[in-house]
T-cell receptor, first 111, second 112 residues
Framework: DAGITQSPRHKVTETGTPVTLRCHQTENHRYMYWYRQDPGHGLRLIHY???????DKGEVSDGYSVSRSKTEDFLLTLESATSSQTSVYFCAISGGSDEQYFGPGTRLTVT | GENVEQHPSTLSVQEGDSAVIKCTYSDSASNYFPWYKQELGKRPQLIIDIRSNVGEKKDQRIAVTLNKTAKHFSLHITETQPEDSAVYFC???????????FGTGTSLTVIP
């Protein structure tokens, strides 16, 4: 597996609380992505980054923000978590040759 | 934006038989088509991919075909084994580093 870690791996939080998920890579890849995976929807892109401080929205970005202050770290923040954001979140990285490699995932439950 | 449809959603085959999963895409500018395998509770793993300048690619028991005119691509697994049981996702993208659009997945079960 590519050098990608995600933290935390599991989290339970209450509606209305802020949550930050972290993706860390050791591959020095330029591109990083956040996806959510839900039954019946496959993987949907939330936000992606094409360099330090360079980010853009994906198809399901509402309610999420991201930051990338270092090449190796890409943070996903839910400012005020809602039950509809209960999901499995995957980070992915790409070195620019098209292939994307996924992290182990974070299971988030919002009660 | 791009729309990727994947069929079937579930597929059961006998061990040793072949399995075929099909995807269609809507954006003719898409030029990269990967396939991922995801075992229960695990991350998606890239198993094979194809670019728009190629019609077919093989890797041992796995092959992918692409028909750009019809805008569809397929995953073929021959001589299936129980360890092939997993969910398979197709995806399409059009620019290096840009976003992938994923199909909704096919749950493949190989019956021993």
């Amino acid at each position: 597996d590519a050098g990608i870690t995600q933290s935390p791996r599991h989290k339970v939080t209450e509606t209305g609380t802020p949550v930050t998920l972290r993706c860390h890579q050791t591959e020095n890849h330029r591109y990083m992505y956040w996806y959510r995976q839900d039954p019946g929807h496959g993987l949907r892109l939330i936000h992606y980054s094409y360099g330090v401080k360079d980010t853009d929205k994906g198809e399901v970005s509402d309610g999420y923000s991201v930051s990338r202050s270092k090449t190796e770290d890409f943070l996903l923040t839910l400012e005020s978590a809602t039950s509809s954001q209960t999901s499995v979140y995957f980070c992915a990285i790409s070195g620019g040759s098209d292939e994307q490699y996924f992290g182990p995932g974070t299971r988030l439950t919002v009660t | 934006g791009e729309n990727v449809e994947q069929h079937p959603s579930t597929l059961s085959v006998q061990e040793g038989d072949s399995a075929v999963i099909k995807c269609t895409y809507s954006d003719s500018a898409s030029n990269y088509f990967p396939w991922y395998k995801q075992e229960l509770g695990k991350r998606p793993q890239l198993i094979i991919d194809i670019r728009s300048n190629v019609g077919e690619k093989k890797d041992q028991r796995i092959a992918v075909t692409l028909n750009k005119t019809a805008k569809h691509f397929s995953l073929h697994i021959t001589e299936t084994q129980p360890e092939d049981s997993a969910v398979y996702f197709c995806a399409a993208s059009k620019v290096t580093g840009n976003q992938f659009y994923f199909g909704t997945g096919t749950s493949l079960t190989v019956i021993p």
